[in-house]
């Protein structure tokens, strides 16, 4: 059984920076890429950065350059990196693998950009 935990999501100030973690219990850290993703209010589900087993990354454009995802096999935790925050970055992000498995969606974690 998967289960996917993410912490690290808060209230910040334009320009700061955040870090959230995902770990990952049962076998799918060791097998599959992982990816994070967000959902602003009212808009669809979007992947922001994912990251194969090798450690290749991948990037929404919107991000690139701010954001950096990584994981720690050791730990199974996936974490994203996130710099220079933007109001438009408010979401609930989550992680899972990539692509997605819908049943393996967790409670994510609510990131806030505002003044």
């Known amino acids: 059984q998967v289960q996917l935990v993410e912490s690290g999501g808060g209230l910040v100030q334009p320009g700061g920076s955040l870090r959230l973690s995902c770990t990952a219990s049962?076998?799918?850290?060791?097998?599959?890429?992982m990816g994070w993703y967000r959902q602003a209010p009212g808009k669809q589900r979007e992947m922001v950065a994912a990251?194969?087993?090798?450690?290749?990354?991948n990037y929404v454009d919107s991000v690139k350059g701010r954001f950096t995802i990584s994981r720690d096999s050791a730990k199974n935790t996936v974490y994203l990196q996130m710099n220079n925050l933007k109001p438009e970055d408010t979401a609930v992000y989550y992680c899972?693998?990539?692509?997605?498995?819908?049943?393996?969606w967790g409670k994510g974690t609510l990131v806030t950009v505002s003044s």
């Open positions: 049962g076998t799918i850290f060791s097998i599959y890429a």
């Open positions: 990251i194969t087993i090798g450690g290749n990354t």
């Open positions: 899972n693998s990539q692509p997605p498995v819908r049943k393996h």
